[in-house]
């Protein structure tokens, strides 16, 4: 049997969690041969619902659970982890303008970006998921200059299985059969899931897809998928999230299938053009626990248009928080 390796996730009692934290614990992320030791991390007041969570993992005698440990606090919750999981967030309250919120959540994840540097393993991957996640990872990077930028990275990844099932779903494929599906740029209603060069079967789809139907559909349903969820439960998006954040650690880990790729949101090296310093959406392949854009997409005027706008967003986003970052390091400057 492999060492445990140590997975911290922040927001351990919300509805996220409690399907993450239980297929983590089940294998679903790092296999069915590597042991994991837990560290479940909430808000002070969430923490007898967190042992109601540590109770229902004892409940599942997952053999692969080491240990389980229940923090109130980003330093102990962080210490050695391989792997960060940051789910909990400031949600949008009422009246709350956008600007507050992003404020909000700064003073979140510079105390957990500060704590990441300090406690964590240095080779820690760390995956945002609590909104608004690009900007949330932005900050946390920031504030650990210890680690590298590329350590960070924030979800897309149910934004694109949102794309991939919808694809499947409107050509009549199941979704293992679609590859080369892409999202670019924000996790946000101005994010640009694009399937101009997705195949079926290995074929290209665009020859049988009706272009009135990806500009009117399906892009603004994946856009506006997570909204079509509340209105219909009541409740944001939880399991099919939880899969996402599976999806993408798991991915990065052991790497894409060949000939496909995948969206996760990373440093902008500068490729396509994006600006660098922003946490963006970009297609990539990964292998040996690293990964890397996939270059040379053909990028039309109207695919152009799309990757600016979302683009402009998370610039925006920035600029509301800049004055709360610290001074990037040359290795963030040049991400
Ligand atoms: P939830 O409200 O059910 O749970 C959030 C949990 O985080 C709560 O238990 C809260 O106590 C905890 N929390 C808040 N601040 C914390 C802190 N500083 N440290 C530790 N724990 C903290 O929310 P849910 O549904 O689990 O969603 C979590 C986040 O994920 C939200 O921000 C949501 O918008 C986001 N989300 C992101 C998606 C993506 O694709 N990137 C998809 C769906 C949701």
């Given at each position: 049997?492999?060492?445990?390796?140590?997975?911290?996730?922040?927001?351990?009692?919300?509805?996220?969690?409690?399907?993450?934290?239980?297929?983590?614990?089940?294998?679903?992320?790092?296999?069915?041969?590597?042991?994991?030791?837990?560290?479940?991390?909430?808000?002070?007041?969430?923490?007898?619902?967190?042992?109601?969570?540590?109770?229902?993992?004892?409940?599942?005698?997952?053999?692969?659970?080491?240990?389980?440990?229940?923090?109130?606090?980003?330093?102990?919750?962080?210490?050695?982890?391989?792997?960060?999981?940051?789910?909990?967030?400031?949600?949008?309250?009422?009246?709350?303008?956008?600007?507050?919120?992003?404020?909000?959540?700064?003073?979140?994840?510079?105390?957990?970006?500060?704590?990441?540097?300090?406690?964590?393993?240095p080779d820690v991957k760390v995956l945002v998921v609590g909104n608004p996640a690009n900007t949330n990872a932005l900050?946390?990077?920031?504030?650990?200059?210890?680690?590298?930028?590329?350590?960070?990275?924030?979800?897309?990844?149910?934004?694109?299985?949102?794309?991939?099932?919808?694809?499947?779903?409107?050509?009549?494929?199941?979704?293992?059969?679609?590859?080369?599906?892409?999202?670019?740029?924000?996790?946000?209603?101005?994010?640009?899931?694009?399937?101009?060069?997705?195949?079926?079967?290995?074929?290209?789809?665009?020859?049988?897809?009706?272009?009135?139907?990806?500009?009117?559909?399906?892009?603004?349903?994946?856009?506006?998928?997570?909204?079509?969820?509340?209105?219909?439960?009541?409740?944001?998006?939880?399991?099919?999230?939880?899969?996402?954040?599976?999806?993408?650690?798991?991915?990065?880990?052991?790497?894409?299938?060949?000939?496909?790729?995948?969206?996760?949101?990373?440093?902008?090296?500068?490729?396509?053009?994006?600006?660098?310093?922003?946490?963006?959406?970009?297609?990539?392949?990964?292998?040996?626990?690293?990964?890397?854009?996939?270059?040379?997409?053909?990028?039309?005027?109207?695919?152009?248009?799309?990757?600016?706008?979302?683009?402009?967003?998370?610039?925006?986003?920035?600029?509301?928080?800049?004055?709360?970052?610290?001074?990037?390091?040359?290795?963030?400057?040049?991400?």
């Amino acid at each position: 049997m492999k060492r445990p390796v140590r997975i911290a996730i922040t927001g351990a009692a919300g509805s996220i969690s409690n399907s993450l934290i239980f297929r983590i614990a089940a294998g679903d992320m790092l296999g069915p041969d590597q042991p994991v030791i837990l560290q479940l991390i909430e808000r002070p007041e969430a923490m007898e619902a967190l042992r109601g969570v540590a109770m229902e993992l004892e409940d599942c005698a997952f053999p692969l659970v080491h240990a389980v440990r229940l923090h109130d606090n980003a330093e102990d919750g962080f210490s050695k982890v391989h792997f960060a999981l940051l789910v909990g967030a400031k949600p949008r309250g009422k009246g709350m303008e956008r600007k507050d919120l992003l404020e909000a959540n700064a003073e979140i994840f510079s105390v957990q970006g500060r704590a990441l540097n300090d406690h964590a393993n240095p080779d820690v991957k760390v995956l945002v998921v609590g909104n608004p996640a690009n900007t949330n990872a932005l900050i946390a990077s920031r504030n650990a200059p210890g680690l590298s930028p590329s350590q960070f990275t924030a979800m897309s990844r149910l934004d694109h299985n949102r794309a991939k099932g919808s694809l499947a779903n409107h050509i009549g494929a199941n979704p293992a059969d679609v590859t080369r599906v892409a999202v670019w740029g924000n996790h946000s209603a101005t994010q640009y899931p694009d399937i101009r060069n997705a195949e079926a079967f290995g074929e290209p789809v665009m020859p049988n897809l009706d272009a009135k139907w990806i500009s009117e559909t399906f892009i603004p349903r994946v856009q506006q998928r997570g909204a079509e969820i509340i209105a219909a439960r009541g409740q944001s998006s939880a399991a099919s999230a939880a899969n996402g954040a599976i999806d993408h650690m798991r991915d990065w880990v052991k790497g894409t299938p060949d000939g496909d790729f995948v969206s996760m949101c990373i440093p902008s090296d500068g490729s396509y053009g994006v600006a660098k310093g922003i946490v963006y959406s970009f297609p990539v392949r990964c292998r040996f626990g690293r990964y890397q854009i996939v270059q040379n997409l053909p990028i039309d005027d109207d695919a152009k248009q799309r990757m600016k706008a979302t683009e402009q967003e998370l610039l925006e986003e920035k600029a509301a928080v800049e004055h709360l970052l610290p001074a990037a390091t040359e290795e963030a400057q040049n991400a």
